[in-house]
């Protein structure tokens, strides 16, 4: 390593120590964080959250800041969100998607969507015109066809031959590690007037027997917006979050006098606690509050989540859970 990228990567390290450290101590004092404030889940929700960032600045609306921001990482052809997802066990690619007012706790949700390039936009469309919370499967498309929203016909047949050679070779060679088959973007937004909003969006478990439906769409599992409190999105195993209302129960948790990394923390370990010893859980989670302060927890080692305000944007480690004390 040159002498110019040591300093490059200590300069790096020392904003990013600084970043958690002041982080830490906003939250150690109850001070306010900065605003407005956008939290998402895995490097990926970067990119997402400086396009959110980049409506809020321009005036936008926190919702068109949700909905814009997680199009980028919807067309950004990532292996586990938007059309460009793993496949189900019949090579057909199958969306999840929903969002949240904090303000009003509206909320529309998609599952089992297929062919359509922005699912979160048919999330959006459906808790704003109709009086409904979630459409699933042919009848979120056909609803998403009727407002507009782009189609893409995709090869089912090519789609589940390459699923077929995947679990084949994954069949040959058991001894080695599996990569993560799946992720989610969840976007928790904090404008600066204090209202909070959030999104989520993926294609789910690969695999995954048709019609499945994770947490990404339910709201409460995948995700939850209280203006009086905070927010929370999941991503992982869908159904360890799903079977215990995970994201609801971190804003309760807040709600109660914690702040968003130690709810994150005790949501886990009240999970663990019911779930045999050693159970692959694969649960993930970010929050924010009202305040301004963050936080995350989750399971897996490599779980990192992402940061923006006007004045940085980081992706961050998965912190741990920390020390209990309740």
């Known amino acids: 390593m040159t002498r110019r990228k040591f300093l490059n990567h200590a300069a790096l390290g020392a904003l990013t120590a600084s970043a958690l450290t002041a982080g830490r101590s906003a939250e150690a004092n109850g001070e306010k964080g900065e605003m407005p404030l956008i939290v998402s889940t895995w490097p990926f929700g970067k990119a997402a959250n400086e396009a959110a960032l980049k409506i809020l600045l321009q005036g936008g609306a926190l ?69 409904h919370v979630l459409l699933v499967g042919e009848g979120a498309r056909m609803f998403a066809l009727e407002e507009g929203l782009e189609s893409v016909e995709l090869n089912s047949r090519e789609r589940y031959d390459q699923w077929q050679k995947q679990r084949a070779a994954q069949r040959a060679k058991p001894a080695e590690k599996k990569p993560a088959n799946h992720d989610t973007i969840a976007l928790l937004v904090l404008g600066a007037d204090g209202n909070l909003a959030g999104g989520c969006s993926t294609s789910g478990l690969g695999g995954k027997l048709p019609g499945r439906v994770g947490d990404s769409p339910i709201i409460g599992s995948g995700l939850y917006v209280d203006n009086e409190v905070g927010a929370a999105g999941a991503t992982g195993l869908g159904e360890n979050v799903m079977r215990y209302c995970a994201s609801f129960l971190i804003v309760e948790f807040m709600r109660q006098g914690m702040l968003p990394h130690e709810a994150c923390s005790q949501v886990i370990r009240r999970i663990m606690r019911s779930e045999p010893k050693g159970a ?6 970010v929050a924010l509050d009202k305040r301004g302060r963050y936080g995350a927890a989750g399971t897996d080692e490599g779980f990192q989540y992402s940061v923006t305000t006007p004045t940085s944007s980081l992706v961050l480690p998965n912190p741990g859970l920390g020390p209990s004390d309740r």
Do not use: Y
Not at 110 to 116: M, P
């Open 63 to 131: 919702l068109d800041a949700v909905e814009q921001g997680i199009w980028v990482t919807e067309s950004a052809g990532d292996a586990s969100v938007g059309l460009s997802g793993s496949p189900n066990a019949a090579g057909v690619v199958q969306l999840d998607a929903c969002i949240m007012n904090g303000s009003d706790h509206k909320a529309g949700s998609v599952a089992g969507l297929e062919g359509i390039r922005h699912p979160i936009s048919a999330a959006r469309r459906v808790m704003e015109k109709t009086r």
């Open 280 to 285: 692959k859980l694969s649960i993930n989670f």
